[in-house]
């Protein structure tokens, strides 16, 4: 019998920020994947995602973005999950049945399309200059839709029988990565989230996994000491 051949990966650059849950995920699932990428930093804080260079790879100036030599620059994490999956399908990053990969999609969606998006850098410029929000109102504005996206996927979660050790079953989902992301971002922004045990125990599940422990925020190049 003749062997497949081997995986090669392809020469990945990986345009990221230390800060964001949404590089985060990627990073994971690259790691889990054992792949690799060369990371371009692009400082959110100043602003270097509206640059011209950085619009011409993503028009709509957000981060991450996978590039492979003599293709489209891919955007959006949870795209950027799907493809590496289907590349590299070990290990899986969604259960093999139809309803298991709908509820582990379902759940990466209610954090990473439902609740990230409402605290990223564009939403806090727009409500701090036309939308009169201080300080201590884009705080509250954070902890109010942190609270709400958990606490939803929390209910999910400790009343589903799908849950087992990690947010579906006893293997790593794109869910987990999602979830792991939403708790690593709070940390950075020294948020927390009371009454929800199940995603607690998921979460330090995850982040005992060397995948999860390198991708850390304050890991990163850029990180603040």
Request: with cysteine; glycine share 6%.
């Amino acid at each position: 019998m003749s062997k497949q051949p081997a995986f090669e990966q392809p020469a990945f650059e990986l345009y990221a920020f230390w800060r964001t849950s949404a590089t985060y995920r990627v990073r994971v699932a690259l790691s889990l994947k054992g792949m690799t990428a060369h990371e371009h930093i692009v400082n959110l804080d100043a602003g270097e995602q509206r640059s011209p260079e950085f619009l011409k790879i993503n028009p709509l100036g957000a981060i991450p973005a996978l590039v492979e030599p003599g293709h489209p620059p891919l955007t959006q994490s949870v795209a950027i999950l799907e493809f590496l999956d289907e590349i590299a399908p070990a290990p899986s990053l969604l259960p093999p049945d139809p309803h298991g990969r709908a509820r582990v999609r379902s759940i990466a969606a209610m954090l990473a399309s439902d609740t990230h998006p409402l605290i990223t850098p564009r939403v806090k410029k727009y409500l701090t200059s036309a939308g009169g929000f201080d300080d201590a109102a884009w705080r509250a504005w954070q902890i109010h839709w942190f609270t709400t996206g958990l606490m939803a996927v929390e209910q999910r979660l400790a009343m589903e029988a799908e849950t087992g050790a990690f947010c579906h079953g006893d293997q790593v989902t794109m869910a987990d990565i999602c979830l792991a992301s939403i708790a690593a971002v709070m940390r950075v922004f020294k948020i927390e989230v009371a009454g929800t045990p199940t995603i607690d125990r998921i979460v330090a599940r995850c982040e005992a996994l060397p995948a999860f422990a390198n991708a850390a925020p304050n890991r990163q190049a850029g990180a603040p000491a």
